[in-house]
């Protein structure tokens, strides 16, 4: 039992490293409510298999502190949603459609998302509600999803730690324009959504702050 309980740890460790890093080992410890010795062995485990990775912060008292991430490497270890066949149909329908063919089909297929979408999100009464409704339907999906509060200003962030298509987006930018116009649609038009950060420009998450207007 010892190796699943190791392996178990392991993956709950690589998943706070998803949706929460840079982040340091004694915080990842709390959260995760074990040892910050545990912790550290899996880091050193992950770091080993090319999973996690690790930059130095320096701080103003003592010595500087390791922030840990998960790597591209470890993407695999996540639902991916048949990434690979989503990338080759892709490619197969630019080839049969052309351009202008592939966004009549992305904008077909967002419809269709819409009504499933708004099946689930329409009964909910505050934007927060709306907003965790969206979460639990894109995390089913593969997305890691999760709504986060700005401390500073108390804006609504909706984050997205993975990206289960990452590698049909990075061949049709059409999903991820795609997608933000699914946002809009679904949360509504006194709703602004924008995005902060993008996987496909190199970030960790995609992050959208959400603003009733």
Same mark, same amino acid.
């Given at each position: ?15 706070? !490293? ?32 090319? !999973? ?6 320096? %701080?103003?008292?003592? %010595?500087? =502190? ?51 979408? %708004? ?27 999760? =709504? ?37 649609? =679904? ?5 602004? $959504? ?15 702050? $959400?603003?009733?207007?």
């Amino acid at each position: 039992m010892a190796p699943l309980r190791e392996a178990k740890g392991r993956d709950a460790v690589l998943e706070t !490293l998803k949706r929460d890093g840079p982040i340091a080992a004694d915080a990842a410890a709390e959260k995760l409510g074990i040892t910050g010795m545990a912790v550290r062995q899996h880091l050193a485990a992950l770091e080993s298999s090319g !999973l996690a990775a690790h930059v130095e912060e320096a %701080r103003p008292r003592g %010595r500087p =502190v390791k922030l840990w991430s998960a790597t591209a490497e470890a993407n695999a270890n996540f639902t991916d949603s048949h990434s690979s066949l989503a990338a080759d149909l892709i490619v197969q329908m630019k080839k049969a459609f052309g351009d202008e063919g592939l966004d009549k089909l992305l904008k077909l297929r967002n419809a269709d998302l819409e009504r499933a979408y %708004r099946a689930k999100t329409d009964k909910a009464q505050t934007l927060k509600a709306k907003l965790d409704a969206l979460a639990k339907i894109r995390s089913a999906e593969g997305y890691m999803a999760e =709504v986060r509060r700005e401390p500073e200003t108390g804006e609504w962030l909706f984050v997205e730690n993975h990206c289960p298509i990452c590698a049909a987006a990075r061949l049709c930018t059409g999903l991820c324009r795609e997608e933000l116009a699914l946002f809009h649609r =679904v949360l509504g038009k006194d709703i602004k $959504v924008e995005r902060l950060s993008h996987i496909l420009a190199g970030a960790g998450r995609c992050a959208y702050r $959400v603003t009733a207007l």
